[in-house]
């Protein structure tokens, strides 16, 4: 299966010494993930982090006695791991498909460290989908809207951070589905409703709560139509504007230094520069009326702020393509 996607901005997965040479497939799986964990999280499941110490792993021997019991495989892995999981693999079970990238030239790639490496802006390449096994019709829905969701409202691969300023900096990873193939029609299979209680039972079964600093797309954010440069996010995060690495006296300790980050810690800020859109996360709906009144007092009364759980709102009807 293969959908056909081109890129509206430059698109960077670099290598063991932070060099954009091809776009690699891992680095697209991860993104992948990502967005798919947040939406999971955000209909009421549980998603684990695939780097904590309390990851999901698969116990064969109870894997076995269960099938041995009479439970279906899936059935069998909904007693232990989470959904994202089954989809993408862990410890025990392995990735339910290959990702191939197919139609790029080596001329479509600026190669290198500089601002400007990457997948060039109006590439054309195809991701080809091989499933192992067959999925769920919920995994199914869930595998499209991500899609859909990574189109509109996301991006991939890495630097998606990395801001305009001065010399450096470009923005990175956005891109349009031209074609879904067989994608198109998997969001029929299933619905919001029978997602949602498949989510909610796999959740109980495991037993396990989300931590709350993960991303959870319900309270996700976006602005379309504007644009942050790296001084007015340090605004935001409240970081010194004479030293940005430091932030200001009435920073809040658990709130602004975990929204603007650290050293090896992203912001939870996302700038694109050209199309010209804002967007990130926080935690919970009171975090999400505070970024609401900093970004609302940073441009003006008219912006068209649009929450994560809205979105899902809407990506229950067949609308969406």
């Known amino acids: 299966m293969r959908i056909k996607i081109r890129t509206l901005t430059p698109i960077w997965t670099g290598n063991i010494n932070r060099e954009s040479t091809k776009l690699r497939e891992t680095s697209i799986i991860g993104s992948l993930r990502w967005w798919f964990e947040a939406i999971v999280r955000g209909l009421g499941g549980y998603a684990c982090d695939p780097s904590s110490e309390n990851r999901c ?12 019991e009479g439970k279906t495989v899936q059935e069998a892995l909904d007693k232990q791991v989470c959904p994202v999981c089954q989809l993408f693999g862990c410890t025990g079970w392995s990735r339910r498909f ?13 190669k290198g460290k500089g601002s400007e490496a990457g997948l060039r802006v109006n590439t054309v390449f195809n991701l080809k989908f091989i499933f192992l096994s067959d999925l769920v019709p919920e995994q199914k829905w869930l595998l499209k809207k991500t899609l859909w969701i990574i189109e509109n409202y996301g991006a991939i691969g890495g630097r998606i951070t990395w801001k305009p300023n001065g010399k450096w900096g470009t923005s990175y ?9 067989e994608f198109r029609q998997w969001d029929t299979f299933s619905d919001i409703n029978k997602v949602k209680t498949w989510l909610k039972r796999n959740k109980e079964l ?13 309270f996700y ?7 942050l440069t790296r001084k007015q996010i340090n605004e935001i ?4 504007p004479e030293n940005p690495k430091e932030y200001l006296p009435d920073a809040d300790e658990n709130f602004d230094k975990w929204l603007g980050g650290c050293v090896g810690v992203s912001k939870k800020i996302f700038s694109f520069g050209n199309p010209q859109k804002v967007f990130g996360y926080v935690r919970d709906d009171n975090e999400l009326n505070i970024i609401y009144q900093r970004i609302q007092k940073l441009f003006d009364k008219n912006i068209n702020f649009k929450r994560g759980y809205e979105i899902l ?8 393509g």
């Open 57 to 68: 792993k698969l116990d064969q021997k109870r894997f076995q006695r269960s099938i041995k």
């Open 98 to 110: 290959r990702l191939e990238i197919n139609g790029i030239h080596n001329e479509d790639i600026e």
């Open 173 to 181: 990873g956005l891109i349009k589905i031209e074609d879904y193939g």
């Open 206 to 218: 495991i037993g396990k709560e989300n931590d709350p600093n993960w991303f959870n797309f319900r």
């Open 221 to 227: 954010w976006v602005v379309e139509g504007r644009y």
């Open 237 to 240: 995060v409240k970081r010194d």
């Open 313 to 320: 709102d809407d990506i229950s009807g067949d609308k969406n």
